[in-house]
């Protein structure tokens, strides 16, 4: 099971963002086809997409010599939501400080 740190520490890298979100786009990828569009190594795209693995980002199954990698949403859904749970906390305080300096500034002086 990933961890929103681990989704998170697998999307800073903007090369993996590229990768998953080829993956997305295709449905279902092996690193072969995936390098030539990335403008990488087929090396490369499969340590990337060994990261958005172990994140639960995608799922890879072998298909004959290779092994084809489909993306699984679900981890990325938790991170959004925990994103959503956060930014409504931080409305909130906006909101209230922003009503703080409104009461302020009406203050006769």
Do not use: C, N
Request: glycine share 10%.
């Amino acid at each position: 099971m990933s961890s929103e740190t681990d989704v998170f520490s697998a999307l800073a890298d903007p090369t993996r963002r590229s990768v998953l979100q080829e993956v997305a786009t295709r449905g279902s990828a092996t690193a072969t086809e995936l390098a030539v569009p990335l403008g990488i190594t087929r090396q490369a795209v499969a340590k990337h997409l060994g990261v958005l693995s172990d994140a639960g980002l995608v799922d890879g199954r072998r298909a004959g010599r290779e092994t084809r990698y489909r993306p699984t949403p679900a981890p990325m859904g938790e991170a959004i939501s925990w994103m959503a749970e956060v930014g409504g906390r931080w409305d909130d305080r906006l909101a209230a400080l922003e009503r703080s300096v409104a009461r302020r500034r009406s203050r006769p002086g």
